[in-house]
C-alpha cells in the first residue's frame, strides 16, 4: 500500500488506539478520538516504517554459514549475508531437525521474553510457542517477567495472584471518590500507566489523579525522582534514597506502633503473623528496633517528617501503592510485601479507595474495570518439556548449564541449550550486564531472531528472519481491561521481503510436517474471524448486539460492556475473611510466611525486613543509577522513531545529574558524559535538574546497544544504553527477578572524541541486501 493518500483506518499499539493512512506519500497517525489524554508514542510510527534500521531481507551470519552451529565469539560482529526465503527456511528446518532429534525439545530455549506488539493472532510470543510446541514438541520456558520478577512469585505468599492485586483491585474511579492519601511508593508516573500491553483506548490517568487531588486527596510520592509523580496530583514529594523503601515503611509502621495507632482488630482478624513481624519491628528478635530515627539515615528522610508522615495516616482512607521499580533491585520482594504490611497495619486493605494496590499507575490495565466479554488469544498448544527458568536467569543458564540454583522453594538445574528462537524481544535491551550476555549467547550451536529491525538481538543471530510491523498486517486489538475492541486494518505493505510470523512459522512448519498442526488449515484472515467469534458469542449471550465479523471489520471498532466494580478479591475478603478467604495458606494476610521461612533463604526470610544492599554507593561507584523506564517509547520499540529521537542529543541518550554532583565533577549542561561502574561503561549526554536527589544519576532504558571498544579494548555504550552497567543478579533466591533497575557508578566529562552511534544503520544496507538477491534469483 505504498500509496500517496488513503483514508485514516483504526489500528492499535501497546501505547494506544489510533488510526493511519497516507497523506502526500507520509504515515499519518491520529489518535483515538475520545482518548482524554494521548500518548505522543504514536509519533514514533511515520519515521519508523521505512527507516533503515528495518530489516529487509533473511540474513544469515557469515560464521555459521562457513563452519556450522556452534559456540562462536563473533555473534554480535560478524558480517551478514541475504539469503532467500526458500533457502534460508530449508536450512532452518534442517537446523531445528538436528537438534530435536541429537539432543532434544529440553535443548531448545523458547522462552523468547518480550513485549512483542498488540495485536491477539500476530502476538509473537503466541506464535513461536505455538510453532516450538506443535513441530519440534515444546522447549525450555521462561516463567514470570522483567516488569514484576519479584512480585509475581512473592505476591500468592502473603495476598494472592498477582493479577488480582495489581488488576482487579482498587479503580481510578475509587481513588476519585474515597481516597483520602495515596502514598506512592516509586510514584504514578505518566509514561508508565499510559502503556497497556495489547492497547488503550483512554489514558485517564491524569484526569484521575486531578480530580481526585482537587476533592482534597493528599499524593505522597516517596522517590529519588521527582518527575515520577505528574504535577496534576499535586503531590508532595518525599525523596528517599533509591532501594530504602522497606526501611522507610517500617519507619512509618514503628510510629504507628509506638502511638497505638495500628489497627489491632484487623490485624487479628484479617493478618497472620503480626505478633513475630512486631518482634523484630520493635528489635525484641534482633536488638534493633526500627523508628523512624532508625530509618531516617537509611533513606535520607528526616526522622520528623517521618513521624509527621505516619501520624498522618491514622483515621484516613490510604492507599498503598508499590511501583514494579521498586522490585526490580536487590531484595526486590522486601517493598512488596512491606507496603501490603503497611496497609494492613493501618487497617485499610479492601476498603474502597484504601488499601494496598501493588503497581497501580505503573501500567494503564491497572485501576480499571474488567470486560463483561472475553477476547480470544491465539492457542499456544502443549509444551512437552516441563523445565523453565526465572526469565531473568537467561545468562546464568546458557554460561552454567548444569549448575544448581535456588528458586522459590526448588533447588532447580540449569538445562544445556543449544538453539535459541526469539521473537517479540529484544533481550540486549531487557537484560542487565549486557557484555555477559554477550558471552552467554556466544555458547550457543544456533540463535534464530525474527525481528522487523536491526536490534542488537538480530546483530547477535545466525539467522534473522525479516518480520513485518502491525502496520503492516491485519489483527485484533483487545485486552481485558479496555472496552474498545480494534480491527487493526493494514496500513502499509510489507517493508522489503519481511513477512509475517505467522506465515515464516507456517511455511518452516511444513517443511517439518506440522503445517496442518500449526495452522489447522486457516490463514491469517481466517483465524481473525474464528478468533473474533468468542467475542461475538459473548455479546450475544449477553443481548447485545453482536455483528458478524465482516460487520465488525468494516465497522473498525465496538465497545464492549464492563463489569461493575466490586473492588475484587481484597474487597470481599475484608467483608467476611472466613467465606471469602485469601488463597493464601492461612488464607489470611501473611505478614509472617512460614513457607517462605521454611525455605531458609538469608536473602528472603519470613517476614519483610530491611537488609542492606550488597552493592551500595562506595568510594569507586558513588551515585545510585536509576535506570527506568523511557519516557519517548516502549523499552526499546521505535528507539529511532522521530519522537524518541525528539528527546535525544545529537541522536545520544541523555542522563539527568543534580547540579551539585555534577559541579563536583566539572560537568556542565550538554556535557558528554561516561558513565561507569567494574560491570561497564556507556555514554550519554548530561543534563543538570534539582528534581533528584545530589547522589542519584538517572539513565533510561532504551538506547540501542551499541557498543565500540574503548581504549582498553572494553565494550563501551556510545549511545547510553544503562545495561551495559546494571548488574545480573537475581533479586533473591525466592524469585530470581531482574534486579536492573539500580546499580551503583561513577561518571566523569568524557573529553575524547565523541564517536558516532551506529545503532541503527544495518550490517548490509537494504538496497544492497536486496539487489545481492535479485543478482543470485537471475
Ligand atoms: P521491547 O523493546 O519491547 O523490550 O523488554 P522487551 O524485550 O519487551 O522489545 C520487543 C521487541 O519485539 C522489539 O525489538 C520489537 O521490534 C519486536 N517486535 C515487536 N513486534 C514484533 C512482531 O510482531 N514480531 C516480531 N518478530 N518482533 C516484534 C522489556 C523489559 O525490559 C521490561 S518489560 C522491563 S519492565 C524491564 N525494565 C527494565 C528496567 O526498568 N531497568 C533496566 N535496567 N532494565 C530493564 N529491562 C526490562
Redesign the pocket.
Known amino acids: 500500500m505504498s500509496i500517496r493518500d488513503s483514508a485514516l483506518r483504526p489500528h492499535s499499539s501497546?501505547w494506544g488506539v489510533f488510526s493511519a493512512g497516507w497523506q502526500d506519500g507520509r504515515l499519518r497517525v491520529e489518535p483515538y478520538a475520545a482518548d482524554p489524554d494521548p500518548n505522543p508514542l504514536i509519533e514514533n510510527f511515520p519515521d519508523a516504517i521505512h527507516h533503515r534500521a528495518r530489516i529487509a531481507t533473511p540474513m544469515v551470519r557469515r560464521g555459521w554459514l562457513e563452519n556450522g552451529p556452534g559456540p562462536d565469539t563473533r555473534r554480535g560482529s560478524d558480517e551478514f549475508v541475504p539469503m532467500a526465503w526458500d533457502e534460508v527456511l530449508d536450512r532452518l528446518a534442517a537446523e531445528l531437525r538436528r537438534v530435536r532429534d541429537r539432543h532434544g525439545p529440553g535443548a531448545v530455549f523458547g522462552g523468547s521474553?518480550?513485549?512483542?506488539?498488540a495485536?491477539r493472532f500476530?502476538?509473537?510470543q503466541s506464535?513461536?510457542h505455538r510453532f516450538l510446541n506443535v513441530a519440534i514438541g515444546g522447549y525450555v520456558r521462561s516463567v514470570n517477567?522483567?516488569?514484576?520478577g519479584a512480585s509475581a512469585p512473592l505476591m500468592p505468599h502473603i495476598l494472592g495472584g498477582l493479577d488480582e492485586v495489581a488488576r482487579r483491585n482498587v479503580t481510578w474511579e475509587q481513588i476519585v471518590e474515597y481516597s483520602d492519601v495515596v502514598l506512592a511508593f516509586g510514584g504514578m508516573a505518566l509514561k508508565n500507566s499510559r502503556v497497556a500491553s495489547g492497547g488503550i483506548s483512554r489514558h485517564v490517568e491524569r484526569d484521575a489523579m486531578q480530580a481526585a487531588a482537587r476533592r482534597g486527596c493528599r499524593f505522597v510520592s516517596i522517590s529519588p525522582l521527582r518527575s515520577d509523580m505528574p504535577e496534576e496530583a499535586g503531590f508532595e514529594w518525599l525523596p528517599a534514597t533509591p532501594g530504602t523503601d522497606t526501611a522507610l515503611m517500617l519507619g512509618l509502621v514503628h510510629e504507628l506502633v509506638r502511638l497505638g495507632l495500628h489497627d489491632r482488630a484487623f490485624l487479628a482478624s484479617h493478618c497472620e503473623g503480626w505478633d513475630g513481624f512486631e518482634d523484630y519491628l520493635l528489635g525484641r528478635s534482633d536488638g534493633v528496633p526500627k523508628t523512624c530515627a532508625w530509618a531516617a539515615p537509611i533513606c535520607g528522610v528526616p526522622e520528623e517528617r517521618l513521624r509527621t508522615l505516619a501520624r498522618s495516616l491514622a483515621g484516613k482512607r490510604v492507599l498503598v501503592v508499590i511501583s514494579?521499580?521498586l522490585q526490580?533491585s536487590e531484595h526486590g520482594e522486601q517493598p512488596v510485601w512491606m507496603g501490603a504490611v503497611l496497609a494492613a497495619a493501618l487497617g485499610q486493605i479492601g476498603l474502597p479507595g484504601g488499601g494496598y494496590n501493588y503497581a497501580l499507575g505503573t501500567l494503564a490495565h491497572y485501576g480499571k474495570r474488567d470486560n463483561a466479554v472475553a477476547a480470544a488469544a491465539f492457542p499456544q498448544g502443549t509444551n512437552g518439556v516441563k523445565d523453565f527458568i526465572p526469565v531473568a536467569r537467561i545468562s546464568d543458564m546458557l554460561l552454567h548449564p548444569g549448575q544448581a540454583y535456588d528458586y522459590n522453594g526448588q533447588r532447580r538445574v540449569y538445562p544445556q541449550i543449544r538453539l535459541a528462537y526469539?521473537?517479540?524481544?529484544?533481550?540486549f535491551?531487557?537484560?542487565?550486564d549486557l557484555a555477559r550476555l554477550g558471552r552467554a549467547f556466544a555458547t550457543l550451536d544456533t540463535f534464530v531472531?525474527?525481528?522487523?529491525?536491526w536490534?542488537a538481538?538480530a546483530r547477535h543471530a545466525d539467522i534473522v528472519?525479516p518480520?513485518?510491523?502491525?502496520l503492516e498486517r491485519e489483527d485484533i486489538g483487545a485486552t481485558p481491561t479496555d472496552p474498545v475492541f480494534v480491527a487493526m486494518h493494514r496500513i502499509a505493505e510489507p517493508h522489503g521481503l519481511s513477512r509475517?510470523?505467522y506465515a515464516i512459522f507456517c511455511d518452516l512448519s511444513e517443511r517439518l510436517g506440522a503445517l496442518e498442526a500449526f495452522s489447522e488449515g486457516r490463514d491469517a484472515r481466517q483465524w481473525l474471524a474464528h478468533l473474533y467469534e468468542r467475542t461475538r458469542q459473548g455479546l450475544a449471550d449477553l443481548g447485545l448486539e453482536a455483528p458478524d465479523f465482516d460487520s465488525f471489520w468494516q465497522r473498525g471498532m465496538l465497545e464492549l460492556p464492563q463489569k461493575e466494580d466490586h473492588g475484587g478479591m481484597l474487597r470481599a475478603f475484608r467483608q467476611d475473611p472466613v467465606h471469602a478467604p485469601l488463597p493464601t495458606p492461612s488464607g489470611k494476610v501473611q505478614i509472617c510466611s512460614p513457607a517462605i521461612a521454611a525455605f531458609g533463604y538469608a536473602d528472603c526470610p519470613g517476614h519483610p525486613a530491611w537488609m542492606p544492599p550488597k552493592f551500595a554507593p562506595d568510594a569507586t561507584h558513588p551515585l545510585w543509577l536509576v535506570?527506568?523506564?523511557p519516557h519517548s517509547?516502549?523499552?526499546?520499540?521505535?528507539?529511532f522513531g522521530a519522537h524518541s529521537q525528539s528527546t535525544k542529543r545529537r541522536g545520544r541518550e541523555v542522563c539527568t545529574l543534580h547540579p551539585d554532583a555534577a559541579r563536583a565533577r566539572g560537568i556542565a549542561e550538554g556535557d558528554i558524559v561516561r558513565l561507569f561502574n567494574e560491570v561497564g561503561a556507556c555514554l550519554a549526554s548530561a543534563t543538570l535538574s534539582q528534581d533528584l536527589l545530589p547522589g542519584v544519576v538517572q539513565l533510561p532504558?532504551?538506547a540501542w546497544y551499541d557498543p565500540q571498544p574503548d581504549a582498553e579494548g572494553r565494550p563501551l555504550c556510545v549511545h547510553g544504553n544503562?545495561?551495559v552497567l546494571?548488574r545480573d543478579i537475581g533479586t533473591s533466591s525466592l524469585a530470581q527477578g531482574?534486579a536492573?533497575?539500580l546499580?551503583t557508578v561513577q561518571v566523569e566529562r568524557w573529553d575524547g572524541a565523541v564517536p558516532a552511534i551506529r545503532a541503527f544503520d544495518p550490517p548490509m544496507p537494504a538496497e544492497q541486501a536486496l539487489k545481492a538477491l535479485a543478482a543470485l534469483q537471475d
Open positions: 501497546h521474553y518480550g513485549w512483542s506488539s495485536g500476530h502476538h509473537a506464535q513461536v517477567s522483567y516488569s514484576a514494579h521499580s526490580r526469539w521473537a517479540g524481544g529484544n533481550p535491551h531487557h537484560h542487565q531472531v525474527h525481528e522487523s529491525a536490534t538481538t528472519l518480520a513485518t510491523m502491525t509475517d510470523d535506570a527506568n523506564q517509547k516502549l523499552h526499546s520499540q521505535l528507539d532504558t532504551g544503562p545495561n546494571t531482574c536492573g533497575q546499580s
